[in-house]
């Protein structure tokens, strides 16, 4: 692959990645987070697949057909099911505002791009230029498990920070051995499913998902 179309397409995946992760932040549907989860994963499974076809490492294209297939579909299709079965569809009381969390999620993305240069400053290619993105998504995923209070929105946000974890594994190491993603993204998806169950009977025991509620109960 030409090393200027390579450039290109990690911009356009990266971009992708880091753009769904702030209106993540913005919104308060859950059902649009959820869908904003599945853009991530079409846009991870293609940076996977840009890095493999760059590198002439083709053993990372299966690798990205298992990013596409868990991160774009089974992941967002589980936490559909959470919102379904707890009729949680909007974060209605985030402990910060959109506008207030737009602005840190401004401040997040300059301390990754700050952070990251000793590692841009070894390798100073496109792909290394392009981990503080992967540092920003990871980042993100923490503020939204700070902010929200709803357990699929926290949910969501575990899943963004495993997104962006992956992104840097992917952008710094050249890719990881399919044995390897496969563990632990099935690790992730035994998570979400487990956590499924929790806030199910979180529903069902309390009427509602609201994680501060459990810090009012007493024995």
């Not at 990754?112 to 230029?129: E, I, T």
């Amino acid at each position: 692959m030409p090393e200027a179309l390579f450039s290109e397409l990690l911009a356009a995946t990266t971009g992708l990645l880091l753009l769904s992760a702030t209106l993540q932040v913005w919104r308060r549907s859950l059902t649009a987070s959820i869908r904003l989860l599945a853009v991530q994963g079409v846009a991870l499974a293609g940076l996977v697949a840009a890095i493999g076809l760059h590198d002439h490492e083709l053993e990372l294209l299966p690798v990205a057909l298992l990013v596409l297939v868990l991160k774009a579909a089974t992941m967002p299709w589980v936490l559909s099911r959470v919102s379904r079965a707890t009729g949680a569809t909007r974060e209605e009381t985030p402990r910060m505002n959109p506008t207030s969390a737009l602005m840190v999620v401004a401040l997040l993305t300059t301390l990754a791009y700050v952070v990251s240069q000793p590692v841009v400053a070894v390798n100073p290619g496109p792909a290394s230029r392009a981990v503080p993105i992967g540092v920003a998504l990871a980042l993100i995923g923490f503020l939204v498990l700070l902010t929200r209070r709803r357990a699929l929105s926290q949910l969501i946000g575990f899943v963004v920070l495993d997104n962006g974890i992956a992104a840097v594994a992917f952008l710094t190491a050249g890719g990881v051995p399919l044995v390897v993603e496969l563990g632990a993204s099935l690790d992730v998806l035994l998570i979400v499913l487990i956590l499924r169950v929790l806030t199910s009977r979180m529903q069902l025991a309390f009427g509602d998902t609201d994680l501060d509620d459990l810090t009012e109960l007493r024995d």
